[in-house]
Structure formats: structure tokens, C-alpha cells
């Protein structure tokens, strides 16, 4: 499994998980309706389908999900166990339960009568089915990770007491869902745990290196002393990679920081560098992308062709602009711009777009200040390259410049870049601050929300009204 679908495996599992409580709540809504008049158990008259309250069933599935939403039970699959996971669907299916009816009440009035007599029975069998449902996924996960299907690679950042705890809980973690690679300390040269000798494979100086070597997706550090200095460049280094960073902390630590719930083998654990924009969040903001995007170009397809044939007339050269960036991941990809520099700009040398650049056409301005050269994108963001919403993709040689000049650039790239982002949106365009387009960017990466979004693309359409875009 390579390192990228190890990494997406929680957004997959997710979805199956969502899909999968629609599917119990569904069933329970339908057994509930059999059981009360179709099988004789009760009295009463029933209605004369189970069509007729086919409605309510999408809004309880629909108010199941928000549920689980609100319990933050889709940002990753729980693994947790029977008690749990019985409480965890309680909860989802009750406040279901509650949206169905009334919506039912404001809504589908002439239903409520058969709802009220279901839905006592549905919300009970709505417990127990998704209860199962999620019991049945978790252990096809347990016979995928035995089989190395969406195990996480991790290395132990120090192999004192606490490192071997870690290591141990991590090899008797029940779900197999972590492969532990080895450690890094500055002093040992082994690590016994039990019966078994694990190496260590350096110092926490060839950090970098050893998660490129053997595809490390998360680091946790188990130095609890560790100097603030000696943790920034263990996650300057591990954020360069791509990999997520787990902190055993010390008592203060533990006092003043939200934990990882569940941590490892039950071993409270500080998610240091991990994003919001997990799991079904990733498949909402997706969805988004794809049915605004696809509506705005269908929209704008037509004065796209004249714009391109404006380009043509006013300057030498082809309508478009393809240059390579880099996205997620820090995966390069061509992005697709209307020109807007006289042909041969590039031989000025590398260097972004600066007030009054005596390089831009005069459409070209036009088009800058309204935001248009930037539609084209919109083939980027369908293709999957990039998102509405999120950090601005910089070229390849920016990006080697720019991870050694400011701390933790590299996680604006765990996420696909945008057409627009919030250091857009703040004025952060052009020939800005870099350090100051990071900060913004990391902000957006760790504070994602769906209203979120909307929000830039709000604000990005009232620039582009006034004017204010370049």
C-alpha cells in the first residue's frame, strides 16, 4: 500500500462508515414499520405502503449523520470498544431520532401519526443495527490491517521508559492498525520490548531522512522533557515530510492540551501537526468543489472563449498559461491560467507579479484586477489538482527556497492548493509578505471548516466585484 493511500485510508473508511449508518437507520426505520403493522405485534391501522413514510426516512438518515457529525464520529473511524461504540451510537441515532420527528411535525404533517408509533421502535433498533454495523467494520479493518491494508508506519522518537511504553502499546494495539518501525535516540543502540529487540535506526537529527527511507505516516515522541527547540525541529522536520507528529506529554502538557481520543493502547497522546480537513470533512469540501466549480464553468464557458480570443488579439503569443506548481503532498502539477504577461515573460527571470509590473499586457491588468485570469482553474479544481479553497500553489523552486526560510511551510501543502484562500482574502496577494501568507495559511489549514469556505468565497466574490483583485 503506498504512502499516499495510507494516508487517504481514513477518508475511505469514513465514507463506508457514513454509508453504512444510513444503511442501519434505514433498515431499522422499515423493521420498525413491519414490527408495528405487519406482523400483528401491535394494533392499529397501518398506512398503506411503507412508501408513504419513505421521506422521513431519508431526514432520519440524513439527521443520523448530522449526529455523528456533531460527535465528531466521521473525522476518524473510532476503534474504540463495545461500550463506546454503543454510547457513541446512542447518541448519533437519538439525536436522529429527535430531527426526524420534527422535522415530521413542520414538515410532513400528514405522517405523524404512523412516525409517533414507529419511531419509538426505530430509534431502539437504530442503536442496535448501527451498533452492529460499526462492529462489523471494525473488524474488516482488523482482518485488512493483519494483512497490511491501512496500517500506519511509525517511528518512536526516543527509547527511554517512555519510548519502550509506547513502543509496547503500540505492538499490542488490538486493531493492528500501527507497524512500528523502530526508534530514535541519541544514546541507545537497541530497544528490548518483551521478547523482542527493535533497532534504533539514529538520532532524531536524521529524522528527515529516515521518514523518506522508510515511508514513516507518524511520529510520535515519547521524550517528555524534550526542550521546546529540540521538539520544533523534530516537527519542522516531520512536517516537511508529510507526517503526522504525536507527543506523549508531561503533566502540564496533559493539563493544558486537548488529547488524541483513545491515543494508543489508551496512552494520552497530543496531535501536535494533524489537520482538521479529515475524513468526511475531505469528502464534503470535495463535493463542494465539484458542483461549484462544475456550474461556474458551465456558466462561464461561453465569455471564457471570447476572453481567450480578446488575449489573442491584443498580444503575441497563446491565450492560456500552463505552469507547473506544487499541490498536495508536494506532488508538482501544471496549473492553467488566462496570460496576462507579454509572451516570453519567464525570460525576466522567476519572479512573481508586482504593482505596475511592466511585464503585464493590457488586458492583462483587466483581468488581474477582476480576478478572471484565474478561471481556468476550474478545470484544475474538477481534475482533482486543486480546491476552490486553500493556500495558493507557489512553483518548485519557491518551495525549496521557502521550506528552509519559514517554519512549518510545508503544512500549507497537506492540503490542495486554491483558487482562492484566506491570505487572499486579507490582502496577502502578489509581491506580499511570505512569512505573513504562511501564517495565514497555516490558520485556514488548522481551523477548517465547511462554513469556512464559504465564508472566503464570499469575501473573494465581493473583491472581485469591486475591483480589488490585483
Not at 43 to 69: D, M, S
Not at 71 to 81: E, N, P, Q, V
Not at 177 to 196: K, T
Request: charged residues 20%; hydrophobic residues 45%; glycine residues 10%.
Amino acid at each position: 500500500m503506498t504512502t499516499w493511500a495510507r494516508r487517504n485510508w481514513g477518508g475511505l473508511v469514513s465514507t463506508f462508515s457514513l454509508v453504512a449508518d444510513v444503511i442501519a437507520v434505514g433498515l431499522a426505520l422499515v423493521a420498525a414499520y413491519y414490527m408495528r403493522y405487519r406482523f400483528g405485534w401491535f394494533e392499529g391501522t397501518p398506512p398503506n405502503r411503507f412508501l408513504f413514510l419513505a421521506p422521513v426516512t431519508v431526514v432520519f438518515g440524513i439527521a443520523t449523520v448530522i449526529g455523528g457529525l456533531s460527535l465528531g464520529m466521521y473525522s476518524r473511524f473510532r476503534t474504540a470498544g463495545p461500550v463506546d461504540r454503543v454510547a457513541r451510537s446512542a447518541g448519533m441515532v437519538t439525536i436522529g431520532s429527535l430531527l426526524a420527528v420534527a422535522a415530521t411535525f413542520f414538515i410532513f404533517t400528514d405522517r405523524l401519526e404512523p412516525v409517533r408509533n414507529v419511531m419509538p421502535i426505530a430509534w431502539l433498533l437504530g442503536i442496535v443495527f448501527v451498533t452492529m454495523g460499526r462492529s462489523l467494520l471494525a473488524m474488516c479493518l482488523r482482518l485488512l490491517a493483519q494483512r497490511g491494508i491501512g496500517v500506519q508506519r511509525v517511528l518512536v522518537v526516543g527509547a527511554g521508559a517512555e519510548g519502550r511504553e509506547v513502543g509496547g502499546r503500540l505492538l499490542q494495539d488490538p486493531s493492528h492498525r500501527y507497524e512500528l518501525i523502530g526508534f530514535l535516540d541519541d544514546f541507545e543502540s537497541q530497544v528490548s520490548i518483551g521478547d523482542l529487540e527493535l533497532p534504533v535506526l539514529g538520532t532524531a537529527a536524521a529524522l528527515s531522512d529516515l521518514i523518506a527511507e522508510h515511508e514513516i505516516d507518524k511520529v510520535v515522541v515519547a521524550i517528555p522533557s524534550l526542550s521546546h527547540d529540540d521538539l520544533l525541529a523534530i516537527l519542522a522536520d516531520a512536517e516537511a515530510s508529510y507526517a503526522d507528529v504525536w507527543l506523549l506529554p508531561d503533566l502540564f502538557q496533559l493539563m493544558v492540551s486537548p488529547v488524541v481520543e483513545g491515543g494508543v493502547g489508551g496512552l494520552p497522546l497530543i496531535a501536535v501537526n494533524e489537520v482538521r480537513l479529515r475524513g468526511l470533512s475531505r469528502f464534503a469540501k470535495r463535493t463542494l468543489d465539484l458542483v461549484v466549480a462544475t456550474i461556474v464553468l458551465v456558466l462561464t464557458s461561453a465569455p471564457m472563449l471570447l476572453i481567450a480570443l480578446i488575449i489573442k488579439l491584443d498580444s503575441k503569443g497563446p491565450a492560456f498559461y500552463v505552469q507547473t506548481r506544487v499541490g498536495r503532498d508536494g506532488r508538482p502539477f501544471p496549473i492553467v491560467k488566462f496570460r496576462t504577461m507579454i509572451s516570453g515573460a519567464d525570460e525576466y527571470g522567476q519572479t512573481w507579479t508586482v504593482t505596475n509590473d511592466p511585464r503585464q499586457t493590457r488586458v492583462g491588468r483587466l483581468l488581474r484586477r477582476y480576478w478572471i485570469d484565474e478561471l481556468p482553474q476550474l478545470l484544475n479544481v474538477i481534475r482533482g489538482d486543486m480546491s476552490l479553497v486553500g493556500p495558493r500553489p507557489e512553483q518548485p523552486d519557491y518551495v525549496s527556497r521557502f521550506r528552509g526560510e519559514f517554519s512549518r511551510y510545508m503544512v500549507r501543502h497537506r492540503e490542495r492548493a486554491g483558487v482562492t484562500g484566506w491570505a487572499q482574502v486579507n490582502g496577502m496577494r502578489g509581491d506580499s509578505s511570505i512569512a505573513e501568507r504562511t501564517r495565514y495559511d497555516l490558520y485556514y489549514v488548522e481551523n477548517w471548516s465547511l462554513l469556512f469556505d464559504l465564508r472566503i468565497l464570499l469575501r473573494t466574490l465581493l473583491i472581485v466585484m469591486r475591483g480589488d483583485a490585483s
